[in-house]
């Protein structure tokens, strides 16, 4: 297996959820630490777990070997020495006294947090078969690898109540040593979007200092299109999500995949994730393991007004700006003084774009693909990432007055 990461399908460790607790003399390991476990390559890797009051603990994994006594409660926490990737399945095993606690075919590799809603942990056998990544070759896999298996205990709501899914699914990895993190989700906050341009940087921060790895890369996906199209341009709190989550670049050692081209109008959950998957690989690729590689979408840089005509200017065209097939360019609005928009003509100009209607002839903001479901934008890089959502103007949010989520209401 190459360890440079052809997709991440093939190189994540997906960490379920679970609740960890010492519970007094027995000498345990945190349940993270199973067998066929991926232990992080290249990093000093904290391994704990539970014991007697004040036991000592020794832990030993490929030739290393390591010494530590629990605190008055039990708890213990011992650091290897930076570990090379190996594809040898090696026995983890802390022993204290006579007690003894392992986990078998033990690896190490790159370890990445996936974590998001009912779109990251989307199973395979739904997603859409493509021919360079088919389910069998993927199944066949899954013997060699295996995965810790989700157990919660306790309130059946707890994802929904104040840090339940924080305490429950977090909490419990910490400081488990990682590549990076891995984030898909939206898809819940889409009536607050305005509030996630505080809230998604604010998580990306917190979940940093809890690591205390302030430049841990953290990669996510922005929502796709979804919904039936709108007949004219409209106000959109799923293109106002879209915008909140772009905003997030902002942070250092951050990547965003645009998923406005393969979005289902009925179904929030895209079938197509082989590109989701692909593009994340890209943004990882790029800025975690260092390969000059296209990988970032066409994102506005800058507009000016030219007459009755508005030229964009973008940043990550990779060589220049297109559409699939050579078919005309879709999906831009244009508005004037009046604060209306009308769906405009554009055309690509190397790596701008004029963009115009004869319904403005004083036009002063641009929006591309700024809808629920902006059915055939199609400006791409050369490289074949699709362009990311944008809007010119800085008018208010159509949910920048929310104040809660939906699902608020359904766990009183």
Known sequence: MSWRMPSLINCCLALGLFIDVGHGAELRLAKVFTDGAVLQSGQNVPVWGWADPKAEVTVTFAGRKVSANADKVGKWMVRLAPLAVSADGNVLEARSGDHVASARDVLVGDVWLCSGQSNMEWPVKKAAEQEWQRRNTLLKQRGKNPLPRPKTAGDPNFIHRASGLWNGAVAPLIPYALRGIIWYQGETNERRGFRYRIEFPLLISSWRAAWQRPELPFLYVQVANVLPPDPAPAESEWAELRESQAMALELPRTGMAVTIDIGEANDVHPKNKQD???????????????????????????????????????????????????????????????????????????????????KVKKPIAVRYAWANNPEGCNLYSAADLPAAPFRTDTWPAKTQEAKKLVIDDMWK
């Open 276 to 358: 989701v998957g692909y593009r994340l690989a890209l943004q990882a690729r790029a800025r975690v393991y260092g390969e000059d590689i296209p990988h970032a979408s066409p994102s506005l840089e800058s507009h000016t007004v030219e007459g009755a005509r508005i030229r964009i200017r973008f940043k990550h065209t990779h060589g220049g700006l297109k559409t699939k097939q050579g078919a005309p360019l879709k999906g831009f609005a244009i508005s004037g003084e009046d604060h209306k928009y009308v769906y405009a003509e554009a055309k690509i100009e190397r790596e701008t774009v004029v963009v115009w209607s004869e």
